[in-house]
């Protein structure tokens, strides 16, 4: 079946640093993607959704100055936690499409994200 | 917007009996895709099963099976011989229809325990 990779599973860093989160799909070309936050035992937040080849789609309230998501390639989906703080702390997770009109039920196993 | 309900924060049931988890769901759309995950305690999102709001029948995957009320909107997981594998958060989800892609609204999730 179609396997979603993603990269870290868990990142520890500094305040003020930047962390990168990478979702690749395996199989299968996606050419939509999507990124959650998740924080412990609540749901799954949808950050935004990505396009191959276009500027990603943000949900009310997400910070795209924030939250850089890049989506370059049909494989490859990264988001960018810029100068993180404690406060962005949390649980990752990337889902992908094969193509515009599927529903994402490929996810990936998701990144624990502290900032000390 | 489409919203999510799930009225149970957590359910216990004793190992090889039947649990039902409920969910109910809010949407102006005629056509759309419910789902239920489980997301054991490694946080990997994993579908358990999926319908159709065209198809009157319910679906069916081994010991998990649905009742899928459309008119009430309710769509409620029925896990049947209870096994202590099944111990997870389960999440509801409705597959809405975007521009890109197909994004999913998830409800707050319900805990399950199972006991042996």
């Known amino acids: 079946g179609a396997v979603v990779s993603q990269h870290p599973s868990w990142v520890i860093c500094k305040s003020g640093t930047s962390v990168k989160i990478e979702c690749r799909s395996l199989?299968?070309?996606?050419?939509?993607m999507f990124w959650y936050r998740q924080f412990p035992k609540q749901s799954l937040m949808l950050m935004a959704t990505?396009?191959?080849?276009?500027?990603?789609?943000?949900e009310q309230g997400v910070e795209k100055d924030k939250f850089l998501i890049n989506h370059a390639s049909l494989t490859l989906s990264t988001l960018t936690v810029t100068s993180a703080h404690p406060e962005d702390s949390s649980f990752y997770i990337c889902?992908?499409?094969?193509?515009?009109?599927?529903?994402?039920?490929?996810f990936g196993d998701g990144t624990r994200l502290s900032i000390l | 917007a489409q919203t999510v309900t799930q009225s149970q924060p957590e359910m216990s049931v004793q190992e090889a009996e039947t649990v039902t988890l409920s969910c109910t769901y809010d949407t102006s759309e005629s056509d759309y895709y419910l789902f239920w995950y489980k997301q054991p305690p490694s946080r990997q999102m994993i579908l358990v099963i999926r319908?159709?709001?065209?198809?009157?029948q319910n679906a069916t995957e081994n010991r998990f099976s649905v009742n899928f009320q459309k008119a009430a909107k309710s769509f409620s997981l029925k896990i049947s011989d209870s096994q202590l594998g099944d111990a997870a958060m389960y999440f509801c989800?409705?597959?809405?229809?975007?521009?890109?892609?197909?994004?999913?609204?998830f409800g707050a999730g319900t805990i399950l325990r199972v006991k042996s």
């Open positions: 990505s396009n191959e080849g276009s500027k990603a789609t943000y």
């Open positions: 319908q159709e709001a065209y198809k009157q």
């Open positions: 199989d299968f070309q996606a050419t939509t």
């Open positions: 889902s992908a499409g094969r193509d515009r009109g599927e529903q994402p039920q490929h």
């Open positions: 989800a409705y597959r809405t229809v975007m521009e890109y892609g197909n994004k999913l609204v």
